[in-house]
C-alpha cells in the first residue's frame, strides 16, 4: 500500500518540480535583456528559425539556454513565424517581447531620399555607395548600369524617369526594387499631370513634357517661378525660338564640364546644345520633381521670352523684349561683378 502513495507523492514532487522551471522559464523570459539605454538593433537572416533564434539568443548571453524560447514560443505563447529583418529593439526589451516583434515583421524603415535635380547617374552612384554599405541588396551591374537599367526599367532612354522623393527601404532591400518603385510613381505621376494639363501646349506627348520639366527643375532653386520659367519656354517653342538655356549645354559636355560654362561651350554643337538646336533636347536632362512637372503641364504664359538669374536666392528677371532682356544682362552682370570684387 505504500508504493501508491511514494508514487503519487513523486508525481506531485515532479509536477512542483516542473511548476518551478515554468516559473523559472517564464521569468527568464520575461527579464529586460541587458541593452545600451539608447536600445539597439538585431538582425534576423533569412531562413532563421525559432531553434537557431534561441541559440543566437543564448550565445549572446540573453537567455541561459536557447531551449527556453523555443518552448515559450510553442507551448506559452504560439503564434506566427519569425521574419526576416533589421529591427530596433527599445530598452526595456525582453526575449518574450523580442519574439513578438519578431513575429510582427517591424523592421526598421531606413530612409533613401532622390534629390530632384539629379541625373540618374548620380542616383545610381547614390544606390552603389548603399549597397556597398549593406543597406541594399546589389542585383544591378554597376559597372554597365546603362543597359542593365533600360532592361529594367523597359525604357529606351532611362534619364528622368525615376520619381525623386523620400523612399523608406528594409535592409538587405534589393536595389532593383527600390529602381522599379522610383520607375512606377514617375509613370504614374506623369500620367496624372499629362492628363489634367493646360489644353493647346506645344508639346505632342507627356515625354516631352518630362523633358520640358527636368529643364524647369534645373533652371531654378524658387518654386514661385517654375511655371513662369515653364511659361517662356512653352512661347518660345510657340514661335519657333531656340530655348537657350544653359542647363541642357551642360548636360551635353557630360564629363567635360569643369563647372565653368564657356562662350565656346555654348558654340560647342551636342544634341542637348538648346543655343545650336530647335526644340527640346532629346531626353530629359534630370529627374523633375511634382512642382516641376506641374508647372511643365500648367505653364504661366505672361508673354515673357526671356529670363536672367539675378544672383539673389536662385530668382530672375523676366523680360518680354530681347531689348529689355540685354538691359537686365547687363545690370545684373554688373551686380555681381560688383559682389565679386568685394
Not at 237 to 245: A, D, E, I, Y
Amino acid at each position: 500500500m505504500r508504493a501508491p502513495g511514494i508514487a503519487l507523492a513523486t508525481l506531485l514532487l515532479l509536477a512542483a518540480l516542473a511548476g518551478v522551471a515554468a516559473w523559472y522559464g517564464a521569468r527568464l523570459m520575461q527579464r529586460p535583456l541587458p541593452l545600451p539605454a539608447d536600445g539597439a538593433t538585431y538582425t534576423l537572416a533569412e531562413g532563421t528559425g525559432l531553434t537557431a533564434l534561441g541559440g543566437d539568443l543564448a550565445r549572446r548571453g540573453w537567455l541561459p539556454d536557447g531551449r527556453l524560447l523555443v518552448a515559450w514560443a510553442r507551448w506559452v505563447r504560439p503564434g506566427p513565424p519569425v521574419r526576416a529583418g533589421e529591427y530596433f529593439l527599445p530598452a526595456g526589451t525582453s526575449a518574450a517581447d523580442l519574439l513578438d516583434i519578431l513575429r510582427a515583421g517591424r523592421t526598421i524603415q531606413h530612409r533613401v531620399t532622390l534629390v530632384e535635380g539629379s541625373t540618374v547617374a548620380q542616383v545610381v552612384a547614390q544606390l552603389r555607395r548603399l549597397t556597398e554599405q549593406g543597406l541594399l541588396q546589389a542585383t544591378l551591374d554597376y559597372d554597365h548600369w546603362r543597359p542593365a537599367l533600360r532592361e529594367l526599367l523597359g525604357e529606351e532612354r532611362v534619364e528622368g524617369w525615376l520619381f525623386p522623393d523620400t523612399y523608406y527601404v528594409t535592409r538587405g532591400m534589393r536595389d532593383r526594387d527600390l529602381l522599379r518603385q522610383a520607375h512606377q510613381r514617375m509613370r504614374r505621376v506623369l500620367a496624372e499631370v499629362w492628363a489634367t494639363r493646360t489644353p493647346g501646349l506645344p508639346l505632342e506627348t507627356p515625354y516631352q513634357a518630362l523633358i520640358l520639366a527636368s529643364i524647369v527643375e534645373k533652371e531654378t532653386a524658387d518654386p514661385a517661378e517654375r511655371a513662369r520659367i515653364a511659361g517662356v519656354f512653352v512661347q518660345r517653342l510657340r514661335k519657333g525660338m531656340r530655348l537657350q538655356t544653359d542647363p541642357t549645354v551642360i548636360y551635353g559636355l557630360g564629363e567635360a564640364f569643369d563647372g565653368n560654362l564657356r562662350r565656346a561651350d555654348l558654340r560647342r554643337d551636342t544634341p542637348y546644345n538648346t543655343y545650336t538646336r530647335a526644340g527640346l533636347p532629346p531626353t530629359p536632362i534630370a529627374l523633375p520633381g511634382l512642382a516641376a512637372l506641374l508647372a511643365a503641364t500648367h505653364p504661366d504664359e505672361t508673354g515673357d521670352l526671356y529670363f536672367v538669374a539675378t544672383g539673389a536666392g536662385g530668382r530672375h528677371h523676366f523680360s518680354r523684349t530681347y531689348r529689355e532682356h540685354a538691359a537686365a544682362v547687363r545690370k545684373y552682370q554688373r551686380r555681381r561683378a560688383r559682389h565679386a570684387a568685394q
